[in-house]
């Protein structure tokens, strides 16, 4: 009974330091980096708007002629264009970094 419980105890202690020579292998883990997106200047701003008294030619107490308005409001939808056009573009920057399609600048 002595010698099988020796026998048991030398075969627990051999598995038990099996087990700490088995050293896993290392995993490296790359950690993600923040990719701050790149938006050009001319994105970042709309043009200025236009000024009314630039396109009305009469006197400021006479009333404004129609062409005269009707220029204006095409320049003021002008400028909304522009805006519109920057800002889906600014949105589609920051889209594929989001998406992390885009190259980090």
Same mark, same amino acid.
């Given at each position: 009974?002595?010698?099988? $419980? =020796?026998?048991? %105890?030398?075969? *627990? ?11 896993? #292998? ?15 200047? $001319? =994105?970042?701003? %709309?043009?200025? *708007? ?11 107490? #006479? ?19 522009? %805006? ?22």
């Amino acid at each position: 009974m002595m010698v099988r $419980s =020796l026998l048991c %105890c030398a075969a *627990l202690s051999m598995l038990l330091t099996g087990c700490s020579w088995f050293q896993p #292998e290392e995993k490296i883990i790359e950690k993600p980096y923040p990719v701050v997106p790149h938006v050009p200047e $001319s =994105l970042r701003s %709309c043009p200025d *708007l236009p000024k009314s008294y630039d396109y009305v030619t009469s006197k400021p107490e #006479e009333p404004a002629w129609q062409s005269e308005v009707s220029w204006y409001v095409t320049d003021l939808h002008e400028v909304a264009r522009t %805006c519109r056009s920057n800002l889906r573009g600014v949105d589609n920057i920051l889209d594929e970094a989001e998406s992390g399609s885009g190259s980090p600048r």
